[in-house]
């Protein structure tokens, strides 16, 4: 398949389309799950963490899907604070928003094992965040506010309009914002067709190409954040095939 880097390209993926009960669905997530080790996602995500002024207490997850990404960072971070007591990682409340109830009883369990409280959230992340309100700078920071605000291969699946209006959403309720997302690169979309050799099926096979296709680069993201002061930015390439994007609230621009 020719792909223009330079342009993203945004087909609808089949797992969002999928009834979540469907076999074809319950696959394609377990392939995730295989992928997200090939793709060093919990590694990327524990990098970006020690991006953040302090550890966070209240997360939510974008687009989480089964919530077990998130779930093996908790778990790293878990036994870090085992060996080091004063490590700051403990009583996190995470909510694992996503438009299918995929979280299993076992997850959330083992979320529990590992100091976290995780809630699952069924509903529309655009809605969740209350992004068809006024433009950032015109609203007070929602009710609903946590310290960060993650995402995994998940902005990818919204073209540029809609991420602006989403990302003005995440900033007004968060202080702290962090997003893993394919990287749109040669040798990531040369991965994305391979993935069968991992054992991938149908959904995942075309849904890897196209999630590469609407990837991301350079500071796309950053682009798209809301522009004023008080936000430090970061984004950068993450592993062989990842795209990585922090936000952080600067406590200096935010001092009174
Ligand atoms: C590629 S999967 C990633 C799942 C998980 N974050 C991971 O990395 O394994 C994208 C997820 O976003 C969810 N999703 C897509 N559009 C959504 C929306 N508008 N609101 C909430 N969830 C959405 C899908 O149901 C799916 O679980």
């Known amino acids: 398949m020719r792909i223009n880097q330079a342009e993203r390209v945004l087909e609808p993926e089949d797992l969002d389309h999928l009834d979540p009960a469907d076999r074809h669905a319950i696959r394609s997530r377990a392939d995730l799950r295989r992928l997200h080790w090939l793709m060093g996602s919990r590694g990327i995500l524990l990098r970006a963490l020690r991006r953040l002024p302090r550890p966070p207490r209240r997360v939510l997850e974008l687009g989480a899907g089964d919530g077990t990404l998130m779930l093996r960072v908790a778990r790293k971070l878990a036994k870090k604070a085992k060996m080091d007591p004063a490590a700051p990682w403990a009583k996190v409340r995470i909510t694992l928003l996503d438009q299918h109830r995929v979280v299993a009883n076992e997850t959330l369990h083992a979320y529990q094992k590992a100091g976290w409280h995780a809630t699952p959230l069924q509903t529309d992340a655009n809605q969740f965040l209350g992004t068809t309100a006024e433009p950032a700078a015109d609203c007070q920071r929602g009710s609903e506010s946590f310290h960060l605000i993650v995402a995994n291969l998940f902005l990818h699946h919204f073209d540029k309009d809609a991420l602006r209006t989403m990302l003005s959403g995440a900033a007004r309720h968060c202080d ?63 592993g062989p095939f990842g795209h990585c994007f922090v936000a952080c609230r600067d406590p200096a621009a935010n001092a009174p």
Do not use: M, Q
């Not at 069968?196 to 991301?216: I, W």
């Not at 809301?226 to 430090?232: A, D, E, I, T, V």
């Open 176 to 238: 702290a914002f962090i997003a893993c997302e394919p990287r749109r690169s040669a040798l990531a979309l040369f991965a994305s067709h391979l993935v069968a050799l991992a054992g991938a099926n149908a959904v995942t096979r075309k849904d890897a190409v196209l999630s590469v296709r609407a990837g991301f680069r350079n500071t796309e993201l950053s682009a798209l954040w809301p522009s004023g002061p008080g936000w430090r930015l970061f984004e950068y390439p993450a």
